[in-house]
């Protein structure tokens, strides 16, 4: 009975709550509107501190653009000399918006987002000097400068975005729509420099430039369509009438003339440039002060409300927080400290538990997740302290002992995969030797199969290493032939005569990447194999698009349903974290990581022929300098693009070595059978020989000629005669 007093005191008190809370939401509502009268004006505030010097700043950039073109193109001195003066304007309106945009007024206008984007403009802004460097020295060209150059006006503009912090519909519509006009003279300024540049050097726009000079120009109509519309038409006006002037028709104008390729006078583009771009510049500056005077008119009358709202709810508010304040104070201080406990083990001390076990850092558990300290007088209050900490210190434990266990079973796979490897590669240079040796046909091809089962055992053991958090192992100096690394990835699958590789162009591999992504595509290749009829052909294709290498790879087997292709396609753009429970996609897996680790876009999408094709698409970063593509006489009528019926060399490990062409053959000395000799590495381009001594000298007509050449030899002449007789038999069936 003791206890019933305090009790039916508060609960009398939260049945009073809901009367009083009617008061304390006129409050509220008085204390939102004094907040979007404080808004307003610190939207004024932050046009005059971060949109005027962000103008500024953004003009001068536009002009540097364009003088930095026009240098790429003459680099005459009358050209540098301009360019070195705008630079000197460009680096005065840099430290003018530094200076204002980090004043005390300015900081405590922007909010958190606003923060975010000013620190990104801020990077932006530091690497400009490093453009600089490049536009001196020549080492950019004209789609390449109107990237880096656009940087700067991007994250301004999305940093204007974020200053209309305020409740006024009409405003804010207002000032969406001035950002949008604002930023399609930004691509105007591009689109300038683009045409000044190539035209300055007497010729057409490229593919790459002409499709840039298009995306810029449909950009820049689309954002006036958007915007013109929703101004006011006092604010319409300006820009309404720039659009229906002769010197907006004459710039559009020039600009569908360089769209058809037809010749444009230099001086005439710019010209016309110049003029839409003053036209252009007063219409703007018009508006954007219009805008902000708006804003203060605005936030008075709001004051003027909000000081009778909250004159009429501060009896209210007053009267709620007493309440409040007697009723859940105890209670509120109680669990304010578990509450605080169980937001820093959530939002800190977990997270940072789980990147120390990701990085492999030792994690002490006593130290990260302390017992809590008796927290108030209750005993519920000290019942949830005591199950919280409890669930903290399992939680903490188990992460722990969950991610040491999964170290452990990786590092063991890493290391029986290694053994394995050391073991493989031993095996295959005592095969290489027992090659050398046998003379005996059969037992060469007997020879040639069990190097090429040793290679495929060894792509499985480095698909347990990747798997398991480690790399391949093997690298090569320097680019080879994507054609080759193809070879060598095809000559990894057990049904590797299936396998059809199409000529494509010299392009290269740079030699970090080529043990992976050999190991990525002999994946790819296996499933189609795999997956296919035992007659069928998988094809391979290849070639050079706009973001670096697409490869093709197509099967003729059932395909797959659409369901099941887009989740692999999902699992191969955003690979989870390994689970060795997934036995039967290990490939996959695989895959997923290798793409990840490099950047590499695989994408599944249905084939023509029925099966399935898996699309790679390799960054530009790792393809090499391009390599001549030479023309190949084959030794007899198999197609060069044909997969060996032996292992390549490059999927061994080795430098490889590609078919060679009749006239590098020279006559010796024969044995056994008595074949034709060849110049080792004879027909390679310079980036795959061996360098200083390695290289082959010309071999004496009675030297003993290499494993490499009889294996060739002998691999063509026996796939050669299996046709004929295949052909012969197939004949004589028909007559």
Not at 695 to 718: I, K, M, T
Request: net charge neutral; no cysteine; proline share 5%.
């Amino acid at each position: 009975m003791a206890s019933s007093k305090p009790i039916r005191f508060k609960i009398s008190a939260l049945l009073a709550i809901p009367l009083i809370s009617l008061l304390a939401l006129w409050g509220f509502a008085a204390t939102v509107t004094v907040g979007d009268s404080m808004r307003l004006l610190t939207i004024s505030t932050l046009y005059d501190t971060v949109g005027k010097p962000g103008d500024e700043l953004s003009n001068a950039l536009q002009h540097e653009h364009l003088l930095s073109a026009e240098y790429l193109a003459a680099r005459t001195d009358s050209a540098r000399a301009a360019l070195a003066v705008q630079r000197g304007i460009t680096n005065q309106a840099r430290q003018r918006f530094r200076e204002q945009t980090t004043t005390e007024s300015a900081r405590s206008a922007m909010s958190d987002g606003m923060r975010i984007r000013f620190n990104e403009v801020m990077n932006q802004l530091n690497a400009l000097d490093t453009t600089r460097v490049k536009v001196d020295g020549g080492r950019i060209g004209f789609v390449g400068l109107s990237r880096d150059f656009s940087v700067v006006p991007d994250a301004l503009n999305q940093l204007f975005s974020t200053m209309s912090l305020n409740n006024d519909l009409p405003l804010y519509q207002q000032s969406r729509s001035f950002s949008m006009i604002s930023y399609a003279k930004d691509l105007m300024s591009r689109e300038r420099a683009l045409g000044a540049g190539v035209l300055a050097m007497g010729r057409a726009l490229s593919p790459s430039e002409l499709r840039l000079f298009n995306q810029l120009a449909i950009n820049r109509v689309f954002l006036m369509e958007q915007g013109l519309p929703d101004l006011e038409p006092r604010l319409r006006q300006p820009f309404a009438g720039m659009m229906t002037s002769t010197i907006y028709t004459r710039y559009t104008g020039l600009e569908e003339t360089l769209q058809e390729g037809e010749p444009v006078s230099a001086s005439e583009w710019r010209s016309a440039g110049d003029d839409l771009e003053a036209v252009y510049e007063r219409a703007l500056t018009a508006v954007g002060l219009s805008l902000a005077d708006r804003a203060a008119p605005s936030a008075a009358q709001t004051f003027t409300r909000a000081g009778v709202a909250g004159a009429l709810g501060l009896v209210g508010v007053i009267a709620s927080l007493v309440v409040s304040y007697r009723v859940g104070s105890g209670l509120t201080r109680e669990l304010a400290g578990v509450r605080r406990a169980a937001m820093e083990v959530a939002e800190v001390r977990l997270p940072r538990v789980m990147e120390k076990l990701r990085r492999g850092d030792a994690v002490d558990v006593a130290l990260e997740a302390p017992a809590l300290e008796p927290l108030g007088s209750t005993a519920e209050v000290h019942d949830v302290a005591a199950a919280f900490d409890s669930v903290q210190q399992r939680a903490m434990q188990s992460a722990v002992e969950q991610a040491k266990l999964r170290e452990g079973v990786a590092q063991s796979f890493r290391n029986l995969a290694r053994r394995s490897q050391s073991l493989l590669q031993r095996q295959l240079k005592l095969l290489d030797g027992m090659q050398k040796q046998a003379e005996d046909p059969a037992a060469l091809e007997n020879l040639f199969l069990l190097d090429h089962l040793t290679t495929r055992m060894r792509r499985h053991a480095e698909g347990l290493v990747i798997l398991s958090g480690g790399a391949a192992g093997r690298k090569w100096r320097s680019s080879v032939l994507m054609e080759d690394v193809l070879r060598g990835a095809a000559a990894q699958v057990e049904d590797y005569a299936r396998v059809r590789i199409y000529p494509m162009a010299g392009s290269t591999l740079v030699g970090g990447a080529v043990a992976d992504m050999m190991h990525l595509f002999a994946e790819v290749i296996e499933n189609a194999t795999v997956f296919s009829p035992p007659g069928g052909e998988v094809s391979i294709r290849g070639e050079l698009v706009g973001r670096g290498f697409a490869i093709e790879i197509e099967d003729r087997g059932l395909g797959m349903t659409a369901e099941k292709r887009a989740a692999i396609n999902d699992r191969l753009a955003s690979p989870p974290e390994f689970d060795p429970a997934e036995t039967d996609r290990l490939g996959f897996a695989v895959v997923g990581l290798l793409a990840a680790r490099y950047g590499v876009s695989v994408t599944l999408r249905p084939s023509p022929y029925g099966g399935t094709g898996v699309v790679i698409l390799l960054p530009e970063i790792l393809l090499g300098d391009p390599e001549p593509v030479e023309p190949v006489v084959p030794l007899q009528a198999e197609p060069v693009s044909s997969i060996s019926s032996a292992p390549s060399e490059l999927s061994r490990g080795v430098e490889p070595v590609l078919p060679v062409p009749a006239d590098l053959w020279k006559s010796s000395a024969r044995r056994g059978g008595g074949l034709p000799r060849r110049v080792r590495q004879a027909n390679l381009s310079p980036s795959l020989r061996e360098e200083g001594p390695r290289q082959a000298d010309p071999v004496p007509e009675a030297a003993e000629r290499s494993p490499e050449e009889a294996r060739a030899l002998l691999n063509s002449f026996q796939s050669g005669w299996r046709r004929g007789r295949a052909e012969s038999e197939d004949g004589g069936a028909e007559r």
